[in-house]
């Protein structure tokens, strides 16, 4: 659970561990008041009857099961609060003690250490050291969240949704969360799979999280009733929607990592659309918008995004295997200029050559960026998108009749 480093293995004697961080072993045990008698402690709530101090917690353990038991949100902020109190678990105790210690000293370091810089900074240019400025700003930057990493309250809030992302911490614990605990693993998992990489790009290496969500499948009765309003559902990398859900364009989340306003642009490409004439599959491009202004300030694009290369509802051909549609939202070269891309007719977005247009414009999925896919397969519905939205003739795939080494025969008679 520790991030950034690891504190040292319980012993009862501290003495090897580094004296920064350490606590008296005898001060220590002698904080730590004895164990309370079973009859003492209530049945619910695990807390010693009577008043307890404020670090104790016994105010926090009863808002704890005052809550009804309720979760913590964002929606439904709530503080953190010790799972037991004080004097049930003396190891609990010390444990937190030592943590507290530790960070207190860190951030002692880190007040030090940020004094040191503006010091530097107020020197005229020919005399600062700016190799020793840069190393200080970056020792700064790791003791910024390695002062608060291991504190609960913090921790309880990044896993809980109540982040604040302009604080360095939150952010390195919500990135840890998405790059150690299996959302990014999958989305890697089901591109690699489903060899959007190297079908598409050479390589991708996401850098922020990009979530969609689409309205949920219409029921069989009404099936064919667009205009019925549908909850939107989040799509998990890789799984199968069908044509109904992706008529109208997705509602798009964001979770960056850097503080600074940077530029990206909106891909979404069908990497399977048949081609008869070279027997082959190419690909077709369903929506683009340059230029969208992203941070970590920002849960969502704040720029409309159908306004460029409008949105054209997946519609997978009559007997083709399914589509692999990736959603990709890639950093432009430079990270503040606008760049001017022309928009697509109809026209040119069969055949879309997504490497010719990214090397072009300076794209490159190695540099980060954030990724989705999913899949859909023909179903009637695609018939009504052709029809309604398309305006054109649905084309018909299918396997080539085997020739009948028996015609010849079949059409002479039988009988003279």
Known sequence: MLALRRLPRFTPRLASVRGNATLDAAKAQADVPPVPP??????????PEGKQDHDGSGK???????????SASSKAPREWSRPIAKGVEPAYDYA??????DAKFLRKELEELQAAVE????????????AALKEMRERVGVLEIQSEVNLPDVRWKARNGMVDMSKPIHRHLVEQRWREEGDLDLLMERIYQMSVVPDMLPELHPSFDLRIKYAEPPPASNYLRTRVKRKLKEVEPGIFLVPEQTR???????????????????LMVDLDVPDPENRSYTTYLHWMRPNIPLSAFTPAPA???????????????????YHRYVLLVLPQASATEPIDIPVYKESDRLGFNFRAFAEQYGFDGARGGGAHMWREVWDETVSHIYQHTLKKEEPRFGKPPKADPYADIKRTKKYL
């Open 38 to 47: 079973a009859s003492s402690v209530t049945a619910k709530s695990g807390a």
């Open 60 to 70: 926090a353990a009863a808002q704890q099961q005052g809550g009804g038991g309720r």
């Open 96 to 101: 937190l003690r030592y943590i507290l210690k």
């Open 119 to 130: 010091a530097e900074e107020k020197k005229p240019e020919g005399e600062r050291d700016e």
């Open 248 to 266: 109208r364009p997705p509602e798009i989340s964001t979770t960056l990592f850097h503080t600074d306003t940077r530029l990206y642009t909106l």
């Open 303 to 321: 720029v409309p995004l159908n306004t460029h290369t409008p949105y054209v509802p997946p519609h997978p051909q009559r007997g083709t295997p």
